[in-house]
């Protein structure tokens, strides 16, 4: 079913409806995974000790939150970095209460009581979060006050409270004030005669308490387009800052003349922001995203955040109006969101208090060839972000617009930025008369306002853009060039690990490959055929789909690892990725663990398994890097019975979660060519074993530790050694830092 739309020069085009799913063999084929991993959990449901191997979901993410918050508190990290880093720890505990804990009080308030394989049920996970959360709040705090604060104020920054300013620069505030924030504000009474208004997510405010209104108050909103710093002159070489809801404090007498201010307190609500869309019933996908986006900011609160000192019938009356509970309150010594904090930290223009400036190099394969179909007509090209420049992405995809014998390009889009050249290269490749196919996924948590502009302007420009499975997420990169040579069709493809996003390039580590390998090219088009058509393909050669065969195949490998070790055999597997939640996989791995197969889970986030249980993981190890970039790539290495980096080696979209296994359409790809799997195995995945610097290993209880080296033992900072590599490898020189056929061993480590 198709809607008819017009662009803006009259030319008609056509706004694709996802494929029927639950008419197709795919959904019936989806809902039959579901239903067997539901079962297989159920069957073990009830077996405490069973429970007792798996770590809570949510509390393990609360535990990476600290893991970022420890790099703030790290004072071997350069100042500016541990700013940014507290900030990062700020916005992704708003995103934990926005979308996991207010599923879980969605689920308590709709009587659900299933517990998930830990053992534990919504409530219960419920209370132990706020119980966590509180005191990550609090640390997180302390971390700003008490350490950072003082630290920035010796490097010339300063940030100074309404009440510390001096006769100076309260005369500057108040002109700032005047000028700039009265004209902007409205105060919102809150009493008998006054309902309480309806606040945005995660909007400031103040609740001004005056004299003679016991239990009410009214409210002041802080403008969300103004800055949240406002700085002043700076006085004996110091840059001065003073946050903007303290200058409306300090002249809320002015706001209300007449009145007496008996005190004001900023709080903060953070709502419910996950899409809730029926999208069978949904009869044009994007618009129906765009309501429920203008929705997301009055979805039900989650949390409330206040500053100290609030009376006690202002705090019962936000709590009650909210239908919050006290577990849901989190009050606060310093500011309210700490999301500003990277900015305040990039003030000072030291450079040594920032990490030593990188741009990432473009791999000389790519700079030294004609153009990339001359290059991957020869060999497959391995690119890891954001050390290789992912400008030789870009260049793929505007190669192709441009090229006269290019017929047609089909790719997917997640996750890209605002500003992104991607989108509008493939604008011009339709505009130049190219069969050009662009798979936007619109239910992108938090990206759907930029993927739904790029689909609407795409669309103008003639790119047939359609919105992939109805009831699945297209969680897959993939992009395929059809080019015609003179020995005939030929398929370019590339595929990632991570989104076509140049600007989260930068930030994330990723892993990609190009390629013209026939087999591949196949599976790209009967991949796209799925995605476009509903066309369910007899078989795939080389690539494996998720949500139909990815669980499957990953099972399988692991249970071959396991059959080989429990003959005598050597079994090996290594897996990178962001999280582990799968207890289908996980009960996998602990059969292999027993069965005697050496085990290495680079796990970045959320990690459900418990390494080490004596009789069940003892030799599963799970380490977790958290550095400078972002690590993003997921990796998987399953020995097969050979020497040791001579087995298969996949790149893949997902991670092992149930989400990505059973309700998103992922991919999991080989890297076969030789330099390719060489790079990385020796340079990537050892460099990730070897790191005792920024690596922290897991203990049974679901805690961390960080690793040290061993006395005598050569220090390996992972993302240290890779932009070492990069930069030799643009400069011509070898990477290969490692044995070519290394030992299964890696060096010893040591916990502190």
């Avoid at 790290?74 to 940014?84: F, G, H, N």
């Avoid at 741009?359 to 007509?377: H, I, K, Q």
């Avoid at 962001?578 to 009960?587: F, M, V, Y």
Wanted: glycine fraction near 6%; charged fraction near 25%; hydrophobic fraction near 40%.
């Amino acid at each position: 079913m198709a809607n008819q739309t017009f662009g803006p020069n009259g030319s008609q085009r056509t706004r694709e409806r996802s494929p029927a799913m639950p008419r197709a063999k795919l959904a019936r084929a989806a809902a039959a995974a579901r239903a067997a991993n539901a079962a297989a959990n159920a069957q073990v449901a009830a077996d405490q000790k069973d429970a007792a191997l798996f770590v809570n979901r949510e509390l393990s993410w609360l535990e990476f939150n600290v893991r970022v918050l420890d790099e703030a508190l790290d004072p071997s990290v350069p100042l500016a970095e541990r700013m940014k880093f507290l900030s990062i720890c700020s916005g992704n505990l708003d995103e934990f209460f926005m979308v996991r804990v207010a599923g879980l009080k969605q689920q308590t308030a709709g009587d659900i009581t299933e517990r998930t394989a830990d053992g534990l049920s919504p409530a219960e996970t419920l209370k132990v979060i706020s119980q966590r959360a509180h005191e990550h709040v609090a640390r997180q705090q302390h971390c700003f006050v008490n350490a950072l604060l003082p630290a920035l104020e010796k490097h010339g920054v300063r940030l100074v409270s309404g009440n510390n300013l001096s006769p100076d620069q309260r005369a500057q505030v108040a002109t700032i004030f005047r000028q700039d924030l009265f004209p902007a504000l409205t105060p919102l009474a809150v009493d008998p005669g006054h309902p309480f208004p309806h606040l945005r997510n995660r909007s400031l405010n103040l609740a001004v308490v005056l004299s003679g209104l016991q239990g009410s108050f009214s409210v002041v909103q802080v403008p969300r387009s103004t800055s949240r710093l406002i700085e002043l002159p700076p006085h004996d070489g110091v840059r001065t800052f003073v946050l903007t809801e303290d200058v409306i404090a300090l002249h809320a007498g002015e706001i209300f003349a007449g009145l007496e201010i008996m005190g004001c307190i900023p709080f903060r609500i953070t709502r419910n922001s996950d899409l809730t869309i029926d999208e069978e019933e949904a009869e044009d996908l994007l618009e129906t995203i765009e309501q429920e986006l203008r929705r997301r900011e009055r979805g039900n609160a989650v949390r409330l955040e206040m500053g100290m000192g609030a009376p006690d019938d202002v705090r019962r009356n936000l709590m009650e109006t909210l239908g919050l509970t006290h577990d849901d309150l989190y009050e606060i010594e310093g500011p309210l969101d700490l999301t500003f904090t990277a900015q305040l930290g990039s003030a000072s223009p030291n450079p040594e208090l920032r990490d030593e400036p990188f741009t990432p190099r473009v791999l000389p394969l790519f700079r030294n060839a004609a153009d990339p179909f001359t290059l991957l007509a020869e060999r497959d090209v391995l690119v890891h972000h954001p050390y290789d420049s992912f400008d030789s992405v870009v260049e793929f995809v505007t190669a192709a617009a441009n090229d006269p014998h290019v017929l047609a390009i089909k790719m997917t889009l997640y996750r890209t930025s605002l500003d992104s050249p991607i989108p509008r290269a493939l604008s011009r490749a339709a505009e130049n008369g190219k069969d050009v196919t662009a798979v936007v996924e619109l239910k992108a948590r938090f990206d759907e306002q930029a993927n739904i502009r790029w689909a609407k302007e795409m669309e103008d420009s003639g790119v047939h853009v359609v919105y992939g499975l109805l009831g699945l997420k297209t969680h897959c990169k993939a992009c395929l060039v059809v080019r015609k040579e003179p020995q005939g069709i030929r398929r370019y493809v590339h595929m990632a690990t991570g989104n076509y996003n140049p600007h989260t390039a930068r930030l994330y580590t990723d892993l990609g490959i190009f390629t013209s390998r026939p087999s591949i090219g196949e599976d790209a088009t009967s991949l796209f055929n799925l995605l476009t058509g509903n066309i369910i393909p007899t078989g795939w050669k080389e690539i494996v789909v998720a949500p139909t065969d990815l669980r499957n195949r990953v099972l399988s490998m692991i249970e071959r690892e396991t059959q080989l070790a429990s003959t005598g055999g050597v079994g090996r597997i290594i897996g990178k990725f962001n999280a582990l939640t799968d207890p289908q996989i996980i009960r996998a791995l602990y059969r292999a663990s027993r069965a005697g197969v050496d085990i290495d889970l680079i796990c970045r986030g959320i990690c459900c398994l418990r390494p080490g249980v004596e009789g069940h993981s003892e030799r599963i190890r799970v380490s977790s890097v958290i550095d400078r970039f972002l690590e993003h790539s997921r990796v998987f290495y399953f020995g097969a019975g050979q020497p040791a980096g001579k087995g298969e080696l996949y790149l893949a979209s997902a991670d092992w979660m149930n989400r990505n296994l059973d309700r998103r359409v992922e991919i999991m790809f080989p890297v076969v060519d030789e330099p390719s799997r060489a790079r990385l195995y020796n340079d990537i995945l050892l460099t990730y074993l070897k790191d005792n610097v920024k690596s922290r290993r897991m203990r049974p209880d679901g805690s961390y530790l960080r690793v040290r080296p061993t006395d005598g033992q050569e220090k390996v900072r992972s993302q240290e050694t890779f932009l070492r590599m990069a930069r030799e490898l643009a400069d011509g020189a070898t990477t290969n830092r490692w044995p070519t056929n290394p030992s299964m061993s890696v060096p010893p480590r040591t916990l502190i």
